[in-house]
Nanobody, 113 residues
Framework: VQLQASGGGLVQAGGSLRLSCTASGSIFNINIMGWYRQAPGKQRDLVAD???????TYAASVKGRFTISRDNAKNTVYLQMDSLKPEDTAVYYC????????WGQGTQVTVSS
């Protein structure tokens, strides 16, 4: 099983980025798909996740600015990030839960002030 994340980059404050993460290989019955982030010197924290039924959870710091969605047919989860702030700078990781956890390789998001 592989998780391939993409969409990170450098953006100015107030800008937008869209992350995507696709799971491939022998993976079935995906339940939760989510995004985490880790800034230098800090722990990895949940940004948002979404169940296979579409229920979502957001960190308080991103609520109203970020939107998580998924395409079950493509085993893909997306994170639309709007109104980005410098404090959103981190490495973003996708995680998929399908009887066990799978992590993507991480994609860097840098927001300049």
């Amino acid at each position: 099983v592989q998780l391939q994340a993409s969409g990170g980059g450098l953006v100015q404050a107030g800008g937008s980025l869209r992350l995507s993460c696709t799971a491939s290989g022998s993976i079935f019955n995906i339940n939760i798909m989510g995004w985490y982030r880790q800034a230098p010197g800090k722990q990895r924290d949940l940004v948002a996740d979404i169940s296979n039924g579409g229920s979502t959870t957001y960190a308080a710091s991103v609520k109203g600015r970020f939107t998580i969605s998924r395409d079950n047919a493509k085993n893909t989860v997306y994170l639309q990030m709007d109104s980005l702030k410098p404090e959103d700078t981190a490495v973003y990781y996708c995680k998929v839960y399908a009887r066990t956890e799978y992590w993507g390789q991480g994609t860097q998001v840098t927001v300049s002030s």
